[in-house]
DNA sequence: CGCAACTTTGAGTGAATTCAAGTATTGTGG
DNA sequence: CCACAATACTTGAATTCACTCAAAGTTGCG
């Protein structure tokens, strides 16, 4: 699937990681002991790879879920045309395609826009899960309804002007970002080009730049180097309409 | 809820509507004898409401999923600039809501675009479904992923030009509404105003009929008094680049 | 150091919007 | 059955937002 890039099996430090992350999905709801230990052995192989590559192909079968470990992942629709929309991103501590337990094939790529490291979840083991663990079953399926969520917060947000769209997509980045510890209220790091800014937001890259510049201006939110600082999240949140309600942070009562 | 609309259960011509599309269902994946049963008995209580029903109101707890009996229901967002946001369709055979049963809150409408029939699955029976069915929770699941996936396929075609979007809509609901028998290859009923159709694609009502105009002209679609017809399907298929995979209608290999 | 990729800025164009007015169409009470 | 109101649809004209095309400036990497 992946080219030059070899699977390894998990290392001290990266099942230290694997729980961290696993911690980060349990502010979404309370996990016993057991559960927690389950899940963590549903995840076998780790590997790193390059910027660029296609973890999953359009039209190809799945037959593994992913944990996403460090980088930054896109779902995208490459048209004939040569354009490319970014559908959905995903940051460390995302479990991919756990719809895929459902639904075999996709029709779009899974693309990795910075170097990343995913560990593998392959299906025959979530599969076992689902039949001996309902509520565990039910923490998955609510992961995959919270990404259901973010599109149609994707698609309203569509509905405004560029500003709104780019502060909408920082402030919801701000917040994800926040739960696996990788923002603070002021900055985080984003290594993505403008294009990619752009495809996210259905705009060119050349007005992606110039509504950064706006941003900028209005004092709003600094984004350059792959660093975006923030002077006042309220003031940003406020501008975007951005309530994070819709990604369903708090805990769960199951 | 509802104002002024009552609750009955269901009658004998109700039970045979509601056979008929857990059939519809069936396409995607095979029931046995027992689970179709099982399926049918979270159903109780079905009412009839008028246009502009809201059917769950944004930030309310849910207690209940709905399987829609007729008429078009929408997900919108009502921003507080008074535009709306339509981020999904809901046609008869849906089972809406099914993703409440992971989230309890929403933070949009469900409103009932058109005079509806609806069929209420409380959450109840549908928790002690997935405690002990498996498979039939996998389906549930799966349904939610097809939503997820045609909210996907929304924000892709939100990167097209006002004519592509319209299209690929037209063309969305014919295949889905042909699931449940309501569309046949040159034409469908479609009782939504064009305001309606400007809030789905992004676009105001004006430019919906200037655009309609055209699709008229070019011989791809007649969209008027409430009937859609479609000269060819394939010409209007190709000219909204759509691709039908997306909502997984083809039997799942479970 | 030099190339490649990304960013920035300017000028002109075009698609979709707003504003505005007028025409069906539908439903309702007299 | 008609007059009237309300809603939905249609069309025109002017404007605005975002795009395309183009070119110069940066940055980072081999």
């Given amino acids: 699937m992946a080219t030059g890039t070899s699977r390894v099996d998990p290392g001290p430090q990266d099942v230290a990681q694997i729980i961290r992350l696993i911690c980060a999905i349990e502010r979404r709801d309370a996990l016993s002991q057991e559960e927690r230990e389950v899940l963590a052995s549903t995840i076998s192989s780790i590997r790193a790879v390059p910027a660029g590559t296609v973890l999953v192909r359009a ?58 490291r995913v560990a593998s979840a392959p299906h025959e083991c979530l599969r076992r899960v689902t039949e001996t663990h309902p509520h565990l079953t039910r923490l998955l399926w609510f992961l995959t309804t919270v990404d ?9 947000v569509l509905g405004q002007a560029a500003a709104g769209r780019v502060a909408h997509l920082l402030c919801e980045l ?81």
Same sequence: chains 1, 2.
């Fill in 59 to 116: 039209h190809q079968t799945i037959n593994e879920s992913t944990l996403l470990l460090e980088g930054f992942v896109a779902r995208q629709y490459d048209q004939p045309t040569g354009q490319r929309e970014i559908t959905a991103l995903h940051l460390p501590g995302d479990f991919l395609d756990l719809h895929s337990l459902t639904l075999k094939e996709l029709d779009h790529d899974v693309v990795a826009l910075t170097p990343a």
């Fill in 148 to 156: 259901a969520a973010m599109h149609r917060q994707w698609i309203a």
């Fill in 174 to 254: 701000q917040a994800r970002l926040a739960l696996v510890g990788l923002a603070n209220e002021h900055e985080y790091a984003l290594p993505l080009t403008q294009m990619d800014l752009a495809d996210m937001t259905g705009l060119t890259s050349v007005h992606v730049n110039r509504t950064l510049r706006k941003l900028r201006e209005s004092n709003l939110a600094d984004v350059r180097g792959g660093q975006v600082k923030i002077p006042d999240i309220h003031a940003l949140r406020g501008f975007a309409e951005f309530d994070p309600a819709y990604l369903y942070m708090r805990r769960q009562p199951s």
